[in-house]
């Protein structure tokens, strides 16, 4: 069975920081690059970070590179949990964040290829 499940949203202000974590399993995770999506109210969801399976190769949209960093430890038993550190925060990171595996160990920042999503993690950044 494949869970995907986001964890660490909150209420944080303008210029704060908040880790993202997500727990994926049931997946052979070695195969699929892992990725980073929001959802901003009245918006469709996009994709703002991917990270491959190793580690070595992350992608960031321009509306967070520089503040955001993507990581991710794999464990095993097909198991990978993904981070997302926010830094910098400003009022329009305020979305539902998600994150989801990727069919393929190459990344995109577009919606093709990602099929299991958890619930999200609401972030909120006001004053």
């Known amino acids: 069975q494949v869970q995907v499940e986001e964890s660490g949203g909150g209420l944080v202000q303008p210029g704060g920081s908040l880790r993202l974590s997500c727990v994926s399993s049931?997946?052979?995770?070695?195969?699929?690059?892992m990725a980073w999506f929001r959802q901003r109210p009245g918006e469709e969801r996009e994709a703002i970070s991917c990270i491959t399976y190793s580690g070595r190769s992350t992608y960031y949209a321009n509306s967070v590179r520089g503040r955001f960093t993507i990581s991710r430890h794999n464990a095993g038993n097909a198991k990978s949990t993904l981070y997302l550190q926010m830094n910098s925060l400003k009022f329009d990171d305020t979305a539902m964040y998600y994150c989801a595996p990727r069919h393929s160990d190459a990344c995109s920042l577009m919606s093709d290829g990602y099929d299991y999503w958890g619930q999200g993690t609401q972030v909120t950044v006001s004053s």
């Open positions: 049931g997946l052979p995770l070695e195969n699929y690059a």
